[in-house]
């Protein structure tokens, strides 16, 4: 099991475009379990793999996340969605 | 015998007039975006079946994204799929599926009620995120609920591709990208259930000029596409199933506006003169800046009122930028020339500005809006201030503040305009440093205040519309009430003379804006109350304009003399109709009192 905690930068939050995008790179690791939790009071999980679930965190800019990752390929799944939200999924 | 073929009766409806003239065609129903469903109890022995038609409609709902967002990439580029690629991860998103699939089995419900149900409840979660943009997110899920919907009642939506010639566009309300799309050549005429005078339907129609009747109730639920359809958007009516005497007489009554037409056309440079030789300036009521063709169609004296508002309605934000507003007034400038265009500050409420923290209002017409949001959201009126006063610099523009009840309004909003000027000065930016300010006289305390209020503006603008709403306490949108809404009232024609007389008195112009200016009766009244100066939709401005040319200002002045001393509005009416004919105009005969 792999888990990290990141901070959402990019200036929308994870709004429908930016988890679209999560989304479908969560999903393309068909073996792995991919759930995102708030870093905060309400600790409020979803599966990565789940637009609805993944929208109502209703992450905002500067929400921190921790992403836990279990399966065969943990690794490289932890690796390619850390760097998307790095990466400010592409917008900035 | 054909005895089986249903004789159909016809049927006249009633809806809001936004755009005059007669069309006759056949009804193209665009869908209401949010759709209708009904809800069924299932036996149990129907259930697996229904979550199997569930199944399919999400399929094909799935097959349909998938076009259009292959449409969308290749016409637009990738960035712009983004939405639908969103919407398509909603459709196979397992978590909704299930929960819809489980909607069906425990409440023995149709797979529409169950879509609808359940996304209702997740509209309802998102609906408390605190985040505005993630919050607006909600109308995607709407926007997939009514996909599969469509699909499972076997109602898609026909693409306005498959217009047909000579349509009426029939529907609840028209989204603006719906009305984008038309292809005007095809389009006759536009009904639509809800609305009125200033929805979006009604700006377009009279932008391109064709007859529109909004406010139609049900009328999506009593007309068919490919039914013949009639409409009056003079008169407000809608006619179904029309007679064949009906059919003929509307023919006729569009051949003979074809013909108006054409005499407009020809009259057009004519000056507006009565008979006595006194000029009266015929102005154009313009909402949106794309309208500025219809003015010129129509050879208007100027903009005698620019409505902000549509340029904050459009704007994403509600806030349209400095740069945005400069660029439109700018423009408006240079199409008007020496008329000049007044434009007025924006008359909005705060949800329209999308302001943080502004909470509804039980009763926004009477509330913070207009002038009073001016003043408290000081910002956004500086900067809606500064993009006019560079705007003037090309051209005449004047500016129109709405909504005053008082005259310190009106002084604290002059500060802030020499502020602006200040400012601009010490950046070095050009503006116009002497523009002038004019005054709504649209309350009844504007009306008594109106020789102070005088003192304070350059001149009046009289918004006839809220004026009768406030002055006879009558909600126009209120169908129990609205014929209470009455011009002919003696009390409004009263509070026409004050500020008319106010006006003559201290020596500033007044302009009419409101709609009894485009009122060929009403406006021997304001003619005869000492009014010369009239601004309306430009489509009405041929009418008004043969309208002068044939009375005598003499005459309506003792006409209005007259009716100033009578004590109820239908004695006012009556007199009015029984006297038109007299002031010696066969065109009079047509106008009527109304």
Redesign the interface.
Known sequence: MQQRTVTITNRLGLHARAAAKLVKLAASYRKSRVTLARSDASHQTADAKSIFSVLLLAATQNTLIEITVEGPDEDLAMEALCRLIADKFGEE | MRGSIRKSHEERLEGIGVCPGVAIGNAFLVDDPRGRVVRVFLPKERLESEILRFREAARAAQAQVKVDIERVRTALGSDHA??L??HL??LQ????GRQIENFIRVNHANAEWAVRDVTQH?LE??GQ???E???E?GS??EDVAHRIIKILSGKEQRSLNELADNSIIVADDLLPSVTADLDPRKVLGFVTGIGGWTSHTAIIARSVNIPAVVGVRDITERVRSGETVIIDGSAGTVILNPSPETLLFYTEERQRQRQQALYDIEERELPPITLDNQEIRLRANIELIEEIDTYQRFNAAGVGLYRSEFLYSQAETGQPTEEEQYEAYKFLAGMVGDEGAVVRTFDLGGDKLHLEGFKAERNPAIGMRAIRLSLSVEPVFRTQVRAILRAAAHGDLKILLPFITNVDEVRRAKKIIADVKRQLASEGVAHKENIELGVMIEVPAAVMMAEALARESDFFSLGTNDLIQSLLAVDRGNENVSSLFDPMHPAVLRAIKMVSDAAAKMQIPVNVCGEMASNPAQVILLLGLGLRDLSMTPGAIPAIRRLVRSIKLADAETLAAYVLSLDTPAAVRHYVQTHLNDLGSELLAAAHAG
């Open positions: 983004y939405i690629e969103a991860l909603m998103d397992r978590t909704l997740l979660v998102y995120i605190e985040d943009y993630l919050r997110r995607d899920i």
